[in-house]
């Protein structure tokens, strides 16, 4: 007899797929910054990674940490991105996305934290949103 396989989700691409769905066309959505980030930034810029995560229940649930990094041209502008995000994240709660469950979605924490690629360019405003979601594994 042999033991079945349990796979988690991908929850970088599950938190993607989600925004993507959610957010305004012409938004950056990723799991990388774009290459071209200067000249995204008016649309806004979300990137999406992951962080640490642990199983819950075996072979059911993991808990996953996502670091959310949420730039655009303006302070104002990246902070009403990084709160859309989290209201979108939230509101997937109990839904399925591409094949995986979400059972919760919770926040750790949402800072200013402005990048500054080099001494002589200027800070580009960007908040760090840290979330963490609760995920169904699925039998393969």
Not at 39 to 45: I, R, Y
Request: charged share 20%.
């Amino acid at each position: 007899m042999t033991t079945p396989l349990y796979v988690f989700p991908d929850a970088e691409l599950l938190a993607v797929t989600v925004l993507r769905t959610a957010l305004e066309a012409g938004t950056v959505i990723g799991t990388e910054w774009p290459p071209d980030l200067l000249d995204q930034l008016a649309a806004g810029v979300v990137s999406v990674t992951r962080g640490g995560g642990a199983v819950v229940q075996r072979n059911v649930l993991e808990d996953v940490t996502l670091d959310i990094d949420v730039l655009a041209a303006t302070k104002a502008e990246a902070h009403d991105l990084a709160q859309l995000v989290r209201a979108h994240l939230h509101a997937a709660r109990g839904t399925t996305v591409g094949g995986a469950q979400i059972y919760a979605v919770t926040d750790t924490s949402l800072i200013w934290l402005p990048y500054l690629p080099d001494a002589e360019t200027d800070p580009i405003p960007r908040y760090v949103l840290v979330m963490q979601m609760r995920l169904r594994a699925r039998p393969v």
